[in-house]
T-cell receptor, first 112, second 116 residues
Framework: EDKVVQSPLSLVVHEGDTVTLNCSYE??????LLWYKQEKKAPTFLFMLTSSGIEKKSGRLSSILDKKELFSILNITATQTGDSAVYLC????????????FGKGTRLSVIA | EAQVTQNPRYLITVTGKKLTVTCSQN?????MSWYRQDPGLGLRQIYY???????DKGDVPEGYKVSRKEKRNFPLILESPSPNQTSLYFCASSLLVNPLGSYEQYFGPGTRLTVT
């Protein structure tokens, strides 16, 4: 059974801290790994990773994929209260059906 | 503006009363999908469609139906809603394969359904 596991489930940090969110996966026919940010609405796309070792970066957020060890991390530096959200990791499968398998998410709370 | 729209955004209904949640996308995407999101369970796929008239079950299809008569629309039908279908529902769409080989799904705003 394909599965995606995120850790921690919940995290509370102070503004300015750096956080690392983890996503490990066990799937057949891996195609890509995606990170989404979900506030009080629909998930919004952050990153898509297909190759190991290549860091994707957007402002204070960055992510990297390790296809050998089957995990990805999402880093957020100098956190702000606006970073408070649920961060979802999903794996796209390279099968004919191409569904996405989602993790349960990490709830990040950034307090002032 | 490229978007996925869902209606209604909020719905409170009673057990057994048939309802339909509409989903529409204006990006000419082949792939569309419905998810439900529940606390502690994350996003779970209900049904998906790879193109017009092509639909298939996801992880939790029981109690739901879908149809894909047109490329842009993918309604979710609850023939006889029950309280365990109280949830937050998301519709999503994507190209099946885009030129970059990536796979980004665009999500609708969500429909919060309560079945009493």
């Amino acid at each position: 059974e394909d599965k995606v596991v995120q850790s921690p489930l919940s995290l509370v940090v102070h503004e300015g801290d750096t956080v690392t969110l983890n996503c490990s996966y066990e799937v057949t026919n891996f195609r890509s790994l995606l990170w989404y940010k979900q506030e009080k609405k629909a998930p919004t796309f952050l990153f898509m990773l297909t190759s190991s070792g290549i860091e994707k970066k957007s402002g204070r957020l960055s992510s990297i994929l390790d296809k050998k060890e089957l995990f990805s991390i999402l880093n957020i530096t100098a956190t702000q209260t606006g970073d408070s959200a649920v961060y979802l990791c999903a794996v796209a499968l390279n099968s004919g059906n191409t569904p996405l398998v989602f993790g349960k998410g990490t709830r990040l709370s950034v307090i002032a | 503006e490229a978007q996925v729209t869902q209606n209604p955004r909020y719905l409170i209904t009673v057990t057994g009363k048939k309802l339909t949640v509409t989903c529409s996308q204006n990006m000419n995407h082949e792939y569309m999908s419905w998810y439900r999101q529940d606390p502690g369970l994350g996003l779970r796929q209900i049904y998906y469609s790879m193109n017009v008239e092509v639909t298939d079950k996801g992880d939790v299809p029981e109690g739901y139906k879908v149809s894909r008569k047109e490329k842009r629309n993918f309604p979710l039908i609850l023939e006889s809603p029950s309280p365990n279908q109280t949830s937050l529902y998301f519709c999503a769409s994507s190209l099946l394969v885009n030129p970059l080989g990536s796979y980004e799904q665009y999500f609708g705003p969500g429909t919060r359904l309560t079945v009493t």
